[in-house]
């Protein structure tokens, strides 16, 4: 089966979150299921820096008023289409924002171009290959299966999937003209949404199967809460959702062979993450006794509970624990998080930024990992901790939902425990949860046994691709 994938950023290219690493291994663990997928991404500069002797294998002259080149190169395992537009993407800045975080205001155009583009190349306009199926990834590719819907060219089936429905790609009506749709797309079965043009809600009434990055979340937003406005459309779909939790790359992610790690690992030989601990305490400058190291490697946003974590940093330490940060983000909530280390120092450590090696260090090193999200698709880096016997203690929301199993008394009996969940999401249930840990801690055949048994868990992509290859192959069979 032939796939084409659409998606705004596929690491190891270019990467701002969790869609980057799903667009990136699904393809990779796909293809043990008989599936070729090649990739639509757009050429920014982080791109076409990095790709090597691409071939131009089809021209726009006019994609939305610009010229755009497909280039075909493989990277990294991975088959790749870059759209090649430097006047959608040849600029300084993010995927999304510009140098000083903000929108850029063509962002609707540019991401417009990417869908038009991934239609064509659905209808057969790629020389020599044309794929089975569609399989897009959020708003920002969401319009190609409105374009197969409204333009003069075959159907095919196609998947959207919905990593974080707050982001919907919204806009004013003034742009509909320019997305060269015709008049009847602006309707409410299309994409009209309460008069604006809602680029996810198109790709929601067109696409014939939506999937979400986990099982938890599929069922949260059918709700007001959870929905963002759009959960009457997603129950409009129920009969065509489902829930598939993402998995992680497990040889990238692997205490035994990470070559960012200092001291190698398994959980026959738990004792070396002894060395890893050191090395973050350094790092940190904290100081160097038995205490338990929490740690939080996160967007710095409420979304992510991290306005919870700067509120309870004083009690973490009073309780006995030490607490180190790494992330960016809202930057009151950078300030707060600094201001604790500065009343803690030896006890709290920040460090401010993007950093790949020391989140791999950090989860190779730590005793536990908090992520107190309100909201929460799936997430990954509960399931890096579980890989790495970093322990989870996770909000009960979504995917952390789905993939942690709660050190309750039962689950320690039956030894199927794997991390600590807590709710309500709230600083007084966050702190109950570090202090369970706190007990677990202190006993340190459970805590091991906890370890252990995190690390057992399956977090790779294997089942969930065999579930995505389940899902194409439905679609293909009945001509959806």
């Known amino acids: 089966m032939k796939v084409l994938s659409v998606s705004s950023e596929v690491f190891p290219l270019i990467k701002t979150g969790g869609l980057a690493d799903v667009s990136g291994a699904l393809p990779i663990a796909l293809k043990a299921f008989g599936v070729e997928t090649k990739t639509l991404l757009p050429g920014y500069p982080a791109v076409m820096k990095v790709i090597r002797d691409p071939v131009a294998r089809l021209e726009f002259p006019d994609l939305l008023g610009e010229h755009a ?168 779909r129920i009969d065509h959702l489902s829930g598939i939790v993402n998995g992680i790359d497990t040889d990238i992610w692997n205490p035994a062979t990470d070559p960012v790690v200092h001291t190698h690992y398994g959980p026959t030989t738990l004792k070396n993450r002894e060395e890893n601990r050191r090395s973050i305490a350094e790092f940190f400058h904290l100081d160097n006794d038995d205490a338990p190291i929490f740690c939080v490697i996160s967007r710095l946003t409420w979304q992510k509970g991290m306005d919870l974590v700067a509120n309870v940093a004083d009690e973490i330490v009073a309780m006995g624990g030490k607490l180190v940060v790494l992330g960016s983000g809202e930057a009151a909530l950078e300030g707060a998080l600094l201001a604790s280390a500065t009343r803690h120092p030896g006890r709290i450590g920040v460090s401010i930024g993007y950093n790949e090696p020391m989140s791999h260090l950090m989860q190779a090193g730590c005793d536990a990992i908090i992520i107190p999200s309100r909201f929460e698709p799936c997430g990954l880096t509960q399931l890096y901790g579980l890989r790495y016997g970093c322990v989870p203690i996770v909000a009960r929301t979504g995917g952390l939902n789905d993939t942690v199993i709660d050190a309750n008394h039962a689950a320690l009996a039956a030894k199927v425990a794997t991390g600590i969940q807590f709710a309500p999401i709230t600083e007084t249930g966050m702190l109950q949860a570090i202090r369970r840990a706190m007990h677990l801690y202190a006993d340190r055949k459970l805590w091991t046994q906890l370890q252990k048994q995190g690390m057992k868990s399956d977090v790779s992509w294997e089942k969930s691709a065999e579930r995505y290859a389940a899902l194409y192959s439905s679609l293909v069979s009945k001509g959806m």
Do not use: C
Not at 191 to 201: A, N, P, Q, R
Not at 211 to 235: K, Q, R
């Open 69 to 236: 080149t497909v280039l075909e190169v493989q990277h990294e395992g991975l088959d790749l289409l870059v759209l090649d537009a430097p006047a959608y993407y040849d600029r300084p800045g993010g995927p999304y924002l510009d140098p000083l975080g903000k929108d850029f205001p063509d962002n609707w155009r540019r991401f417009a171009a990417l869908s038009l583009a991934a239609s064509e190349i659905a209808a057969g306009l790629l020389p020599g290959w044309q794929p089975d199926l569609i399989h897009t990834h959020d708003w920002q590719a969401a319009l190609t299966s409105v374009y197969m819907r409204y333009h003069p060219t075959p159907e095919l089936p196609s998947v959207l999937t919905i990593h974080n429905i707050a982001f919907q790609g919204q806009f004013g009506p003034e742009i509909f003209p320019g997305l060269r749709l015709p008049a009847h797309a602006f309707a409410v079965n299309g994409i009209e949404y309460y008069g604006t043009v809602g680029f996810l809600k198109g790709g929601l009434q067109t696409a014939h199967a939506v999937t979400t990055v986990s099982p938890s979340y599929a069922d949260e937003i059918l709700t007001p809460e959870f929905g963002m406005g759009l959960e009457g459309v997603i129950a409009s």
